[in-house]
């Protein structure tokens, strides 16, 4: 895949801090593993129309990764999840969420490489309180300074009023698209847009001078 020239996979991707999250570069398995867990929830696989899940008891096991015991719980992880390739998407750039105040996996951002189509989830516990906004806003700017994109695009359920809150909150802006989507579950469903345009981000850091 070939982006402005870069092939993708030879971009360094790097960390970086919202006010309460670090977004990290998926480093291996157990962070794509424990970042997906934040999302087999009931509510989180409506909206993203996925259909399979590990077991509740692994999900609750993944749910409990910190910074702090992550060594040991990469080692421990179920052999079934244990495959950088089952989990990556060689055209995505996926960032593993860190909650920073206690070392936890808050969720994930990811950026389509082909299309620039940003997209993520939080794990339940951390859902509520305004993460959405600090979510989209980073997967903006991975998009814009890390892999060189101008427009950043989003998509989600017309009734998905919480992402489409945040969405706004981070400086996305109403776009034109596709008025349906089909889920991986196959579920069609109303679909609206949202673009980020570069400019923007730098428009509202000068606002706060
Ligand atoms: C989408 C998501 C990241 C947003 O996270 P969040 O910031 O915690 O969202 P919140 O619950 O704080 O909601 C954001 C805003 O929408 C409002 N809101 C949420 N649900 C609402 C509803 N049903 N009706 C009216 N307002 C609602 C909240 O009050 C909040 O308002 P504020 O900006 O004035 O504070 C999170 O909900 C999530 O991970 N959901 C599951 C997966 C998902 O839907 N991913 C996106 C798929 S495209």
Redesign the pocket.
């Known amino acids: 895949m070939r982006l402005f020239g870069k092939r993708h996979r030879d971009l360094p991707l790097q960390p970086l801090h919202t006010p309460r999250l670090k977004a990290v570069p998926a480093r291996d398995a157990l962070d794509f593993a424990a970042a997906y867990a934040g999302?087999y929830d009931a509510?989180?696989m409506d909206?993203?129309g996925w259909f399979e899940r590990p077991r509740p008891e692994v999900v609750q096991w993944l749910l409990e990764v910190t910074e702090h015991n992550r060594a040991r719980r990469s080692r421990e992880l179920p052999a079934s999840l244990r495959s950088v390739r089952h989990w990556r998407r060689k055209d995505s750039a996926f960032f593993v969420l860190v909650d920073r105040a206690e070392g936890r996996c808050a969720?994930a951002v990811s950026v389509q490489v082909k299309d620039g189509e940003v997209?993520?989830?939080?794990a339940p516990r951390?859902?509520?309180?305004?993460?959405?906004?600090e979510?989209f806003r980073a997967g903006a700017d991975i998009a814009h300074e890390q892999l060189g994109m101008t427009t950043v695009r989003a998509?989600?359920?017309r009734s998905?009023?919480?992402?489409r809150?945040?969405l706004e909150?981070a400086g996305y802006e109403a776009a034109e698209g596709p008025s349906h989507h089909t889920l991986p579950d196959g579920r069609t469903v109303e679909a609206c847009w949202y673009a980020h345009q570069a400019h923007r981000r730098a428009e509202l850091q000068v606002e706060h001078l």
């Open positions: 999302a509510e989180a909206w993203l969720g997209g993520g989830w939080l951390f859902r509520g309180v305004g993460l959405g906004t979510l998509g989600t359920q998905n009023t919480a992402c809150r945040a909150a």
